[in-house]
C-alpha cells in the first residue's frame, strides 16, 4: 500500500470510528455528539465511499431541525457527561434535546458536491432535503441577516468559538453572574490550545440570556449579550443560497423559491460594504451593537473567494497574510497582537476551512493558490495525522486527535496535494 493508499484507509477507519450509528461525532471525549457543520463536512467525506451513509449524515442531522427553521448547533442524541455545557445548560426542551443556537450553512454547499458524485441515485434524498434546507436558509434570514449581512449571536454559532473576529463583542460580555462551572474540554487537550477562562465565562453568559428568554430570537437580536456580523457566515450564506438555488433548478423546484433564494444572496452582496474595513482592506467582523470593527483580518475574509464576492484591492493583503506563515490560512492575521498560533481559533489553521477557502479559489480561477493550499494541507495532514487543527507557523498538530472533519477534508480534497494534482 502506498502513503497515499494508507492514509485514505486510516481516513475511512476514523470516520467509521466516530460513526454512532446514522451521525458522526467530530472526535471520542472532546466532542461526543453531533455537531452541525461538522456533520456536513462528514457527509461529504462519506460521499467519497458510501454514499448511501452520506445522506444519512445529512438526514439526521435536518431531523432535529426546529419548527422554525433553526438547525441547532449540537444534537445531543446520548447523554454524555464529558461535555460541557450540556442540554440542561442549554434548556431547549427539544426532543432530541439539542443547543439554542447555529452554526455556519454549509450543508447546501456540500450537498450539491454530494449529488453531483451520483445525480440519480441521490436525487430523491435531496429532493427531500431541500424544503429542509430552504427553511434554515430563511431562518438565517428572518433571524441573522436583519443588519445587511449575516450575524452570529453566540461566537459558537459562527463555528470559529474565539476568533479575535470577537474581540470587540466579547469585551461588552458581563460574565459577574455565571456562577460556577466545570469546563470538561481542558481534561481532554492541553489548555494552551483552547479558550480562556474569561472567553469561557463570557460563552455562559450569552448562552444564559438566550436560555432565560426562551431562546426567543427577537429578544435574543435586540436584546441580547452578543451580536456581531460575521464575514465568513455571510459569504458561506451567500455561495449556500446560491448552491440551493441551483439544487433547486436540478429538481424542479418552485421557480419562485428560486427567485427568493438568488434574491436573499443579492441582498447579502449588496450589504457587504458594511463589513468592509478601508484601513485593513478587507471584509472584517463588526460589532453591531458598537459599530466597531474587530482588530484584525481573520481566515473569513479569504471566503469572499467562495462567495464570488473577493474585491481587487483585498488580494495582496490576503496573500501577504498567508506569506507570514508556513502551512494553511491562519484563523487570525499573525502580524495582529492577539495572534496565538496555537489556541484554537486565534492563528491555527483549520483544515476544513482550508478546503472551503480552495473551493472558491478553484472557482475563481487561482488555481496556483489552490494547488499551493492543497500542498501545504495534505503535508500537515501527512506528516502530523488527522488532528483539529494546526499551528501554521511550525505545523504542529493541536486539538483533538482521529478529528471526523478532517479525515473527510483529506478524503474530498487534501489528499492530491501530496502528488501535487489540480482540484
Ligand atoms: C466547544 O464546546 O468548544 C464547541 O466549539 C462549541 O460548539
Known sequence: MDRI???????????????????TIP?????????????????????????????????????????????????????????FPGPEVWGTRTDPPTSGISQPPVAAILARRILAADPVAGRARMKALWPKMLAWHRWWRRCRCGHGV???????????????????????????????????????????????????????AILQFGRDCGWDQ????????????????????????????????????????????????ADLVAALPMIWHKKLGAHVARDLRSGEFAPAISSGAFLAWLANCARDEAEARLIAIWDRVRFGIPSSDPAAPGFESRRYWRGPTWPVVNALIAIGMRDS???ALEARLRRETAELIANGGFWEYFDPLDGTPCGGDAFTWTAAIWLTWARGGLNGEGA
Open 365 to 367: 480561477g487561482r488555481d
Open 218 to 265: 427577537q429578544t435574543i437580536v435586540e436584546r441580547g449579550p452578543f451580536l456581531m456580523a460575521d464575514p465568513a457566515i455571510t459569504f458561506i450564506l451567500i455561495r449556500a443560497h446560491r448552491d440551493l438555488a441551483a439544487l433547486g433548478q436540478e429538481l424542479g423546484a418552485d421557480p419562485g423559491e428560486i427567485a427568493t433564494l438568488e434574491g436573499w444572496a
Open 27 to 83: 472526535t471520542k471525549g472532546l466532542y461526543p455528539f453531533q455537531w452541525n457543520w461538522d456533520s456536513a463536512f462528514a457527509a461529504w467525506g462519506f460521499s467519497t465511499f458510501d454514499l448511501d451513509r452520506a445522506w444519512t449524515e445529512l438526514e439526521t442531522l435536518f431531523s432535529a431541525q426546529w419548527p422554525d427553521g433553526m438547525v441547532p448547533h449540537i444534537i445531543f442524541h446520548r447523554p454524555d457527561p464529558g461535555y
Open 5 to 23: 493508499e494508507a492514509l485514505d484507509a486510516r481516513a475511512r477507519e476514523i470516520m467509521r470510528g466516530n460513526d454512532m450509528g446514522g451521525y
Open 150 to 204: 449575516a450575524a452570529v449571536a453566540h461566537p459558537w454559532e459562527s463555528g470559529r468559538d474565539n476568533c479575535t473576529d470577537w474581540d470587540p463583542g466579547m469585551a461588552r460580555v458581563d460574565a459577574s453572574g455565571v456562577g460556577e462551572y466545570t469546563r470538561r474540554d481542558t481534561g481532554h487537550v492541553d489548555a494552551s490550545m483552547r479558550p480562556g477562562k474569561l472567553d469561557y465565562d463570557r460563552f455562559l
